[in-house]
């Protein structure tokens, strides 16, 4: 393969995030998969439903930055609960969410730290419940903070 021009290399299959490949760091040879990348964007649409309560540190949201929202059925409000903050996993990552046009003022999500955790400093909610709203939360490894909104 040394002696091929990439444009002469065979397409490539869509990436699920375990490949792994090597990284050049100073004078070593790491390894590491795609999951681990920094700055990795990964979109998530995710349907709200009033009763159906979410939990953010569910497996299938640990590679999500981007989370759009779209509501489904009756008027009401649904938790969702954010991922452990203090979670190896979850330090220094950012998460965005948004809601769509299938939002209104009868429909909320409420961003809900875990147990013990909190919120911009408070173990209050943030709720979601209009068209476009936005938010984006970081977490120090302890608690999670708002560092933009969108209204």
């Given at each position: 393969?040394?002696?091929?021009k990439?444009?002469?290399?065979?397409?490539?299959?869509?990436?699920?995030?375990?490949?792994?490949?090597a990284?050049?760091?100073?004078?070593?040879?790491?390894?590491?998969?795609?999951?681990?990348?920094?700055?990795?964007?990964?979109?998530?649409a995710q349907t709200?439903q009033?009763?159906?309560?979410?939990?953010?540190?569910?497996?299938?949201?640990d590679?999500a930055?981007l989370?759009?929202?779209?509501w489904?059925?009756a008027?009401?409000?649904v938790?969702?609960t954010?991922?452990d903050?203090?979670?190896s996993?979850n330090?220094?990552?950012v998460?965005?969410?948004i809601s769509?046009?299938?939002?209104?003022?009868?429909?909320?999500?409420r961003?809900?730290?875990?147990?013990?955790?909190?919120l911009d400093?408070?173990?209050?909610?943030y709720?979601?419940?209009k068209a476009y709203e936005?938010i984006?939360i970081?977490?120090?490894g302890?608690?999670?903070?708002?560092?933009?909104?969108?209204?």
């Amino acid at each position: 393969m040394a002696d091929k021009k990439i444009s002469q290399l065979d397409s490539a299959s869509a990436l699920v995030g375990t490949e792994v490949f090597a990284v050049v760091q100073s004078d070593a040879t790491k390894q590491v998969s795609v999951k681990n990348l920094v700055h990795k964007y990964i979109a998530k649409a995710q349907t709200a439903q009033s009763t159906v309560a979410v939990d953010l540190d569910d497996s299938d949201y640990d590679n999500a930055k981007l989370i759009k929202l779209s509501w489904s059925g009756a008027s009401g409000t649904v938790v969702y609960t954010l991922p452990d903050a203090a979670s190896s996993k979850n330090t220094n990552r950012v998460i965005r969410l948004i809601s769509d046009s299938t939002f209104s003022n009868n429909t909320k999500v409420r961003l809900t730290p875990r147990s013990g955790q909190n919120l911009d400093g408070s173990s209050s909610y943030y709720e979601i419940n209009k068209a476009y709203e936005g938010i984006a939360i970081w977490s120090d490894g302890t608690e999670w903070f708002v560092i933009q909104k969108k209204a």
